[in-house]
């Protein structure tokens, strides 16, 4: 079974050929896992499909074993069987601590239980991503709440949350989906202002109200909860990914090739469609496929956002294509402080990319060449797999179990459109 942290394998690229071809892809990463987590809220069984073939379900899926949910998991046909019939409150520290998206599952255990133990999660290591508007809007429902370096606990006095008006410092993923799924068993109305917009956050909202909740304001920046008793069970189908969607465009179109992608949901990527077509990108969009072709890229300037803003889940792999446009194109990160982590590994490889603070520079085109570099995360590690596409020679990718969290079936799908790629053990590379 796929495990984010155990593999030592590396990926041996060589760069040259253009993608061409049909890929089929997956259920949202961002997406299963916290539809996962949401299982808690009712006792009767919650079915998934589309679950992607990723690292992190099958370690979400421990998550949740360790909580007393009865897990039933096939990657290999995308489903994904749970059932939280007397869930405990306390999670286990091991399997918590492999995963960030763990947090998710705070809030529903308070929702449902009136209490939550969780140790810290882990996860990318791409700046600080602390939970501290989680545990105030919890607060603010009337939970109390102890945190130390290892663990929190949540406690509702009364053994219920109490609906609150809360306002979220910034558009937090995390906090917006903990508070969403906290509100929808607590008692009278919760109302979550500057809340967080994207795809994901909006399929897990219409998994809820399938199981019985009361959510107004979807895809708005203020979502409106009025808590119900219980929910009961669901069958529900996992959104496409769109941040896998935007990876094999941007490699498309970075190889200069003609590739059809489908599963997407085009409307969820219209500002990187936007500037993938500002750099001279030709996509053809249909109701749930993109055509992506590329001769000759030009620069173009981005900057990340929360949604609908530039994903900073895409900025490494944008900065790999902006490495082969024609110009001088500027890169503002604005999420995660430690996503440009990735710069030094591409400049390894030829790149021109100068840093000032949460800006980067890039100076193209240049001529990458092959070398071994480290995939730091997920989205890094697909950006490495980028640059070795287009590299003279060959590159290894290590670390790619950070690539496994968030990518089904990579190499197979990147070797069918053409991609000379192969995933080998590290001690073959080593001899």
Not at 88 to 106: E, G, Q, T, W, Y
Not at 266 to 293: F, Q, S
Not at 347 to 367: D, S
């Amino acid at each position: 079974m796929l495990d984010p942290t155990a593999s030592t394998d590396v990926f041996r690229v060589r760069g040259g050929n253009a993608l061409h071809g049909t890929v089929t892809l997956s259920g949202a990463k961002n997406s299963a896992l916290k539809l996962m987590a949401a299982s808690l809220l009712t006792a009767e069984p919650v079915e998934l499909t589309s679950v992607p073939a990723i690292a992190d379900v099958p370690v979400m899926a421990d998550v949740l074993t360790g909580l007393g949910v009865q897990v039933e998991l096939d990657l290999e046909e995308g489903r994904c069987r749970l059932q939280a019939t007397s869930p405990s409150a306390h999670a286990p520290a091991d399997a918590v601590s492999r995963i960030r998206a763990s947090i998710a599952c705070l809030g529903p255990l308070a929702g449902r239980l009136g209490r939550a133990r969780l140790a810290l999660p882990g996860g990318d290591r791409i700046g600080a991503r602390a939970i501290d508007m989680h545990l105030r809007g919890l607060e603010a429902m009337g939970a109390q709440v102890v945190a130390s370096d290892e663990e929190v606990t949540v406690q509702a006095p009364s053994g219920r949350l109490n609906g609150a008006r809360i306002t979220l410092d910034f558009p937090s993923v995390g906090a917006t989906e903990n508070l969403l799924m906290a509100g929808v068993l607590a008692d009278g109305e919760t109302v979550i202002d500057n809340a967080a917009r994207e795809p994901e956050i909006q399929d897990l909202a219409r998994m809820l109200i399938a199981m019985g909740a009361r959510v107004h304001g979807i895809g708005s920046p203020t979502l409106e909860i009025d808590g119900v008793h219980q929910l009961r069970g669901v069958r529900w189908r996992t959104c496409p990914d769109r941040i896998e969607a935007g990876t094999y465009a941007m490699a498309a179109a970075v190889t200069g090739g003609d590739l059809v992608i489908s599963n997407v949901r085009p409307g969820e990527l219209t500002l990187p469609l936007m500037k993938l077509r500002a750099a001279g990108v030709v996509i053809d969009e249909h109701e749930d496929a993109l055509r992506v072709r590329a001769d000759g890229l030009t620069a173009v300037d981005v900057v990340t956002l929360p949604y609908p803003g530039f994903p900073t889940d895409l900025q490494p792999q944008m900065m790999v294509l902006l490495s082969q446009a024609v110009g001088d194109a500027r890169c503002t990160e604005n999420v995660f402080e430690s996503r440009f982590s990735f710069v030094d590994e591409l400049r390894r490889m030829g790149a021109e990319i100068e840093i000032t603070g949460h800006h980067a520079v890039i100076y193209g085109p240049t001529r990458l060449h092959g070398t071994t570099l480290s995939g730091l995360d997920v989205r890094a590690g697909a950006a490495g797999v980028m640059a070795g596409l287009v590299a003279e020679g060959e590159t290894i990718v290590r670390d790619v179990h950070h690539i496994d969290r968030g990518y089904a079936h990579l190499v197979p799908r990147l070797r069918s459109l053409g991609a000379d790629i192969e995933r080998l053990g590290a001690a073959v590379t080593d001899a």
